[in-house]
């Protein structure tokens, strides 16, 4: 199994159950660290697109200077929740079973590629990105 392009706290949250075959549950291991990471940039116990509403709507990700940018990126996450993780969440002796099953590795592996690529942008996130502030200052460079 090749997880090179997984994002390591992926790999980290998810091995056991992706070598005990439990497709499904690598999945929703995973949109639960990503729900984590956004409480934890966001500051709030919110859940689920409630979270993604709120953390978007109160600037605290941006993915670019462009707006639409920012709202493509909001529909990403929230349709991570919205298909992703709540087909896999909720108790499933009801009627409404999992629409999208993963039974093969590289099915699951798509997935966590995709969440993985959600997490390298909370990464890029340009409001915490480190800045360094230019004004007023002279360089002098030797070589």
């Known amino acids: 199994m090749n997880t090179d392009f997984l994002h390591p706290e992926i790999i980290k949250r998810t091995r056991t159950k992706l070598e005990n075959r439990d497709y499904e549950g690598a999945i929703y ?3 639960t660290y990503l729900e984590a990471r956004l409480q934890e940039i966001g500051g709030t116990k919110t859940i689920n697109t409630s979270l993604v509403e709120e953390v ?3 600037g605290e990700i941006k993915i670019s200077s462009n707006n639409d ?3 493509g990126a909001k529909n990403l996450f929230d349709g991570t929740f919205r298909l992703i993780r709540n087909d896999r969440a ?3 002796s009801i009627e409404e079973k999992t629409e999208i099953t993963c039974d093969k590795e590289a099915d699951c592996l798509m ?3 995709f969440i993985s690529l959600l ?3 909370l990464e890029r996130n340009i409001v915490t990105r480190p800045t360094i502030d230019t004004h007023n200052i002279s360089l002098n460079i030797e070589l």
């Open 111 to 113: 997935y966590l590629g």
């Open 119 to 121: 997490i390298t942008y």
């Open 90 to 92: 909720h108790d499933k």
């Open 29 to 31: 291991d995973a949109t």
């Open 69 to 71: 940018r920012n709202i």
């Open 56 to 58: 978007f709507r109160n």
